[in-house]
């Protein structure tokens, strides 16, 4: 193997090389939410590819004395949210928010994580215990001493959003009900699906688990829960690698039994789906055969529905929702390359005015916008978002993600849900409209 | 669902021009392009046709266009109607141009003290575009922090006869620079930083009575002043009119290096003129491949996490770039090739890709290789027999013109969009072939 060929396969394999492909036009910087809105971040082409430099294959700078912080060349890269639009635009194809990630775990690797960003991470065991004294953690996390509190103590921002924990978790009401229903056969991945509902729809928002679950039906699949952890990605983003992998392996090993039974892997929250389909290997260095079966078999609910239209095989018979419904798409689902499927799924609804706010982040970018001193820029990011929204006047928004529904819906007051549950409220309109024209005594079967 | 009447692979002046004469027509048009790149890039002006011997672009138009192979052979008698067509869509997003295809060439001081020949110029440097007066004085205005602009550097160039081709010329030209509030930047300031701050009425106001201070301070009166092209982005015209107000002297911005405001701000321009007229825009899209059904193009592929991303089209227009912009890519065998569709390039031999003067003014033979086209913009073969139906080339991948040194790129990047989406949808709709009409 020459020289030449020896990097060419560790360009194709290591985000980090691809600085090599940078040619410091800064056009990254012209995209970048958080350059837009505060100087301390100086852009990403500065303390990603430019900054790589000192940070080459697998070794580590050179250790000055005196010099904290000398792990990485840029202590600033904590300030990247991680949106990813600098990868997006970049025409050279680096990778530069994926370089970007590296480096801050890099950077925290060795030392113990912040109590604050620890905690962000886990998501698992914050939602276990949550759930379980959902009361109490319901009443504290809306009590404004107690968040005063946190916020000094843990670095949470007061005013971060937080939705309400639910009474029970979304694998407990599985179980009970699967136990109600007796011993049933599962059928073939042609008839049903795996559902991976991340941390929200197991802990909080239990409706999207439901509006999922119901559509799928519709749609002649079963739906599929196996046991599952978080997807790791809260992990990645607050530079915790070691743990994320962890995570990541647990799924892995779960789902990937399904996945090479052809069953596919549906997800509602488009960052789960995102990390299982592209950041276990691209970001982990994950890159066993697994890792590629449960990627290649994982779908956003909302791509997985756009593909059942393709075929013809999507049940349209939605009726008519006479609104407007401002549409955010969130940085992740841009990550998978896949278009905006909501707004095409949308289309098909009778008088539904969907329009997309065309803004690049609404600012929350998972847990960044939750810490103290990051809550300031993350509004700032979504001011514009957020004041388009409350101009549109409309009484609810949709959007893909869960954290960034959040904060919108902090920020602005309007409610703000996930797409699925937008079309389940379409196909039961269509529902009512047919019970309307069969009438009472129409015979059933017809 | 993922389907569209257009497909536009790619996102530049000839991309976007492309996707707003198709989305005009009433197609449904989808432009898929891997990042932002020519706009950001470039200055933001339309140069048509900048050659030396050029009075005016009209002029410089019929020049190369009697060069062989030069795509202004059958384009040239459209650049008008382009860009008198394009004119009101930019207008309506706040960015209009001064200049037409009969205005002189005028030598433009640069940010890096040389000059460069135009004449279509945005509002914010068209006052660099009459010729000097007799004691007419330039005034350089630099910011106090900022790397990308220093007025000592650019005022001694400027000072030196053979930098204006021993021509018309200013009387003096005088640096100053000036401290603007608020500007203490923690790391490198850089130029979108001072724009977005322009665009901030308050802070505006500011700053350019400061400006304002500093210029009169300079000895003399009347003239024009340069300033780094940082005078707002979506408040752009706002902060010029302030500046045309206030200033003791003519302003106008100087382009900076990447990425580039007068870029950017025509980027935006074109991006909302297409959103408006009904299109869309998907940045971040490495296409991967084109699938086509004979002669008719049925889909374009691109890269997706963990799969890839169909939309099936009625027709494509590629409009990727030449070697700069990844539409055309030099194998190792010596070979161009295009990696959509494998059009054939028209290319020297490998053995003439390297020059002997690097600054050989009669060009590198590499600058104008690119896919040859019929007039309606259809790539053809060695022959000259059309190779797809539904497929158009336009921009700089076109064979047969140096985009650079004829300084001509916008100029065929304008009228080969425009008539590349014309044809596409002109064809009546009993046209649009059924698969095995053929």
Redesign the interface.
Known sequence: MTIAELIMEASEEFVGYSADECLKCNVCLTVCPVARVTDLFPGPKYVGPQAQRFRTGRAQPVQVPGIPFALSPDVTVDYCSGCGWCTSVCPAGVKVAEMNSQSRARMKAGKRPKLRDWGLGQTDLVGQVGVLFSPISNWALANRPIRAIMETTVGIHRAAPFPKFGRRTLQSTWKRRQKRRGTTVIPGPDKAVVYFHGCSANYYEQHVADAAIEILKRNGFETIIPPQVCCGLPLISNGIYTEARQRAHKNLDVLVRYARQGYRIIGTSTSCTHTIKAEYREMLDIHDDDATVVANATWDICEFLLDLHEQGKLDTAFGRLDEDLPYHAPCQLRSHGIGLPAMELFALVPGLRAADMDHDCCGIAGTYGMKKEKYPIGMAVGAPLFEKIRASGATEAACDSETCRWQIEKATGTRTRHPIEILLQAYRAGDAVGAEKRGPLAPAGT | ??SADVVVIGAGLAGLTAAIAAAESGARVLVLA????AT??GPGGIDVAGIPAASTPRDGIHRLAGLPGHPYAFLGDDVAAALEWIRPHLAAEGVDYAGDLDTPHQLVPTSIGGTRRAAILPAGQAAALSPWAAGERLVICGIAGFKDFWPEAIAASLTRERIWEGGNRPASVTPVSVALPGLA????L?A??IA?RFDDPAWRTTAIEALARAIASVPGSGGRVALPAVLGIREHAAVLAAARDRFPAAPFEMPLV??SLPG?RLYAALRAAL?RAGGRV?????IERVEHDGRRVTAVV??????T?T?RTGALVIATGGIA??GLVAERDGRLTEPLLGLPVEAPPADQWLAVDAFDPAGHPLEKAGIRTDAELRPVAADGASLFDNVRVAGSLLAGHRYIRERCGDGVALTSGRRAARSLTAVPAGHAAEPGSE
């Open positions: 669902m993922p891997k990042g932002h790149a950001h890039w930047a923690r790391h490198n850089n979108l930083q977005r990447p990425p950017m959103i998907q940045i971040g899209e490495m691109a890269a997706a996490a963990a799969r991303y939309v912009g990844g």
